[in-house]
């Protein structure tokens, strides 16, 4: 199995999902990320029509991921609780669908909140959350993202998640901005890592600005010849955070921008 390319569908929150599948199919992409279901994120409690929909308009794409907003850090024992009903049912969607996995966050803290503790409850949550997925064939990927920005986070988290149900999902972004490098995010998470976001970033004054692939500073071609010379293979989505960022280009522009850029590494 190659690498793949998938583009989120949070790149597109003005479109239907059958104009996302659409363009995705039209610019080469193999499958697309559901993040979000016509611009508000998929909710857990999908119906059986929305299903079909969404299965309609697939057509001969795959759905490489769903992505989902569940987190496990918070002290509340009854937020948590209801966090892991909801991983359950997206597992059982992405079953129904034949996606491969879903997409979970650690969490950020709560002001106050111990480091320590908030990361055992995140790993108390996975390995309750892993027998559903072994039995449904379907894997969770951990993102490299919040309190788990950084790569070793996700390492010290899932190197007490045996199941192999359970890995990670390396976003691109989060390990560089917490001064890793690629090989560096390798060595502690490849050998777990199901899944992978790609973006691309400038520094600013006040934190970073998104950009498309080649205009800002992140390695991506180095993250991809690490991906290829370890022998990784998988999906590699694009997510263009044109939900929460507005103010980037639009999708008929990230979308054919990305796939070209994408095709042409993968291919060097």
Avoid at 112 to 128: K, T
Avoid at 230 to 235: A, C, T, V
Wanted: charged share 25%.
């Amino acid at each position: 199995m190659s690498i793949r390319i998938a583009f989120s569908t949070l790149g597109c929150p003005d479109w239907t999902v059958e104009q996302a599948c659409q363009a995705a199919r039209r610019h080469g992409y193999d499958g697309i990320t559901l993040r979000l279901l016509d611009g508000e994120i998929v909710p857990a409690t999908l119906n059986r029509d929305g299903r079909e929909r969404v299965r309609a308009a697939l057509g001969d794409l795959s759905l490489a991921s769903i992505d989902t907003s569940c987190t496990f850090t918070s002290p509340d024992d009854a937020v948590r609780a209801r966090m892991r009903a909801d991983a359950v049912r997206y597992l059982e969607m992405a079953a129904d669908l034949t996606a491969p996995l879903i997409r979970v966050f650690g969490g950020r803290l709560a002001e106050g909140d111990n480091e320590a503790a908030a990361r055992d409850r995140i790993v108390d949550s996975l390995n309750l959350l892993s027998p559903r997925a072994e039995t449904l064939g379907i894997g969770i990927a951990l993102e490299t993202h919040d309190s788990l920005s950084a790569s070793r986070a996700v390492a010290d988290v899932l190197a007490r998640v045996p199941s192999h149900s359970v890995g990670a999902l390396w976003d691109v972004h989060h390990p560089i901005r917490s001064g890793e490098s690629p090989s560096e995010t390798y060595d502690l998470i490849g050998a777990r890592t199901i899944a992978t976001h790609v973006k691309d970033a400038r520094r600013v004054s006040d934190g970073w600005q998104l950009v498309l692939m080649d205009e800002g500073e992140l390695p991506i071609a180095e993250f991809i010849r690490v991906l290829r010379a370890r022998g990784w293979h998988g999906w590699l989505a694009v997510e263009w955070e044109k939900k929460w960022h507005p103010e980037i280009p639009e999708p008929d522009v990230a979308m054919p921008w990305h796939a070209e850029r994408l095709r042409r590494l993968l291919a060097t």
